[in-house]
């Protein structure tokens, strides 16, 4: 029987990779002449995704409410599984492997040519496949054989392990060992137990899943950690033993009723003390790779066993709800808590959506607010990663939460850790929470998605604005610098995928003037941070944001500061001068025409770079090229919508006027700007802040400007908005050095002596 299945590897780091979709067989491999489980792609090509020789001495599993076959492969040196997509086809395929581990499938079984022999024929060229080489037969286990049975193990070539490690697990072999390594500590033989000690490690490294499952068994384990203790290497003896008996306790905090769940927990954990402390320094990456995919196996059985539990997890938030966050048993559940959500990474999807639908309606989040509220940094941050985990793999549950809960009290603790928050790690663990749940890419066309955006400008961003200058009254005095550059980093995220809500708070709020003042304080790479926050706004190339910054006035400081710090080469000089190129070579005209006109007279004088100059020339061959249309279609984008035109002197008059003016004509624009913004905002698209797109209403009208017209149909998605001065430093630590490297379209300087 053919079965639709999913190929997973296990990589270094720990988490399945997909390689393909294909049908799993069992057939018979003649080149290997033993039975074999083939999995070939379901595209049209029919190459093979996977050719696996089965092995009566494997140790295969199932799991995944039984959908998921998996097993450690030797020849990739990883885990390997299957995710079927029906249950009766794992259960064939699960069927056949039972019946090969009692007898091997003949010559007379199925056989498929063609679509794996080209696989094999790879694999036969490297030597890797079965029976490449035939492992010598072990001596018995004593003192006279000691030396022998080390070189045996320890010099096994990679086409002999299997055969050696099939050896070891007969005849109660390990056992013997074990017993001689007590027998030789008793006489305190020190060189019959350096000799064993290798012996253990060669088995170890043998790199099989059943030998070393054999090995760290409950009656094995701890000969066999004090075998490791005598290692010729080290020249301290370290008691491993002691630790692992004496020191470390395993705390229940619910009863695991379960003694085979139990026994996993035991086991996982010894094979990770043996990764981590005993062995590190011999580990190759084949025999680490089978080591974590035990661990990783061991903890799905662990997790799926405990989530099917009937009392288990109940029992778990009821004392997580009784509990006072004072004591140190509560602080041991949420740790339990926050190890449980981690290791559902490694479930496959459905189970683990499953699994997250059954904490959330048990209490999860409300479990969250009370640590946010009331524990201690360290609890927080087990609080922030348990987040983390339900925004990447559940993120509607926690959005719906937030917006469903009483006085949204956990967006409120949210956003307070980013005002008040310190340099723990904390603030920033919280603002990638904040910024996944803000996402419109992330979210489902839905209410709660635009009430959450709605909820987020409402009631938290102004308390965040506040925090950069440490204005309003209710607002403690400033953030530190690290939040502040948190602070400028989600706002640049709003330019980016918001739309309409962002432009009305910042019309309404002077937003960019306040980022602006940060431009006087003393960190450099946070005033770089408020240049990037402009930076940012001039990229969306949206008449909105050349409106405001021209209305505004806003360049001024800019060009103040880059004036002062005068031809030093730094970031700052870099990020000033690439903001610049990027108006003029992406010709956005209405703010070429104020920056030449209002600054060029001061600018001039930079001549070490070539970049005014050519600003200055893009600006008269327009002008040229126009008739003086180009001032005159930039005079036009700063009247009020609706406005007629005037003549040549009225206009003249207006423009010199402009700056000095900040009165009836500023108010009426801007009541223009929100009318446009709102009028947009409500015409037909409700859910556009969700679905991230931009609606195709420009906010101002550009007469002259055909170049801009042309482009009016375009729909501008906000995923492709990247940001060319990202490389130019980052805001997000206080400590971290100013970069003085160029930014990455640099400029070529002409320094004159």
Known sequence: MQARVKVYKLDREG?????????????????????????????????PLMVHRIR?????????????ISWQDPEFGTEVALSFQEAVGCDSIWSELGALHSEALGPGGNRRRGCVDEFESVTSASGEEAGAGSAPELPPPSSANLEELARVVADAGPHQREALAAQLLQGGYVPKVLELFEACEEREDRSALVLI????????????????????????????????????????????????RDKAVFKEVVAVMDEAVKAKIHQTYRIQYLKDVILPRVLDDQAFATMMSLVVLNNMDVVC????????????????????????HWADLVAFLQEFCSLLRHLQPTLRQQLYAKLVDLGLYEVLTRVMAGCKTDMRLKAADILSSAVQQDGQSLRMFLVDGPDHELFYLLVRELTEGGDCGLSEQIMDVVRALLDPETMDQGASDRKIIDIFYEKHMPSLVAALSGDGSEHKGCAGAANRGMILELLRFCVQRHTYSIKYFILRNNVLDKVLTLLRVHEKWLVVAALRFVRTCVAEKDDFYNRYLIRNNLFEPVVDLFLANGERYNLLNSTVLELMEFIRKENIKTLIVHIVEKFHHRLQTVTYVDTFALLK???????????????????????????????????????????RDAGEDEDAEQATDVAMISAVSTSGAAGDEPQGGTCDVRLVPYEEDEEEESEKGRVVQDKGKLQECQSLGSAQGGKRLLDSSPPRESVKRTRTS
């Open 617 to 659: 020339q893009k600006y008269d061959q327009s002008m040229e090229a126009s008739g003086g249309g180009f001032a005159e279609g930039y005079a036009t984008t700063l009247r009020p919508a609706g406005a007629t035109r005037r003549d040549a002197r009225e206009m003249e008059r207006d423009e010199e006027d402009y700056f």
């Open 56 to 68: 009566r001495d494997l140790p295969y599993h199932r799991a995944g409410e039984d959908t998921i």
């Open 197 to 244: 000690h290798r012996v253990v490690r060669g088995m170890i490294m043998l790199t099989d899943a059943a030998l070393l499952e054999e090995l760290l068994k409950e009656q094995h384990v701890i000969p066999v950690v004090g075998a490791l203790e005598y290692d010729p290497d080290v020249p301290v003896h370290v008691r491993h033993r002691e630790f692992l």
């Open 305 to 328: 066993e405990l989530g099917r539990d009937e009392a288990f997890l109940p029992e778990l938030f009821r004392k997580l709800r009784d509990g006072a966050t004072g004591d140190p």
């Open 15 to 47: 988490s399945w990779s997909e390689k393909g979709t294909g049908y799993a067989s069992v057939e018979f491999l003649s080149q290997c002449e033993a039975p074999g489980l083939v999995v070939v792609s379901e595209e049209g090509d029919g190459k």
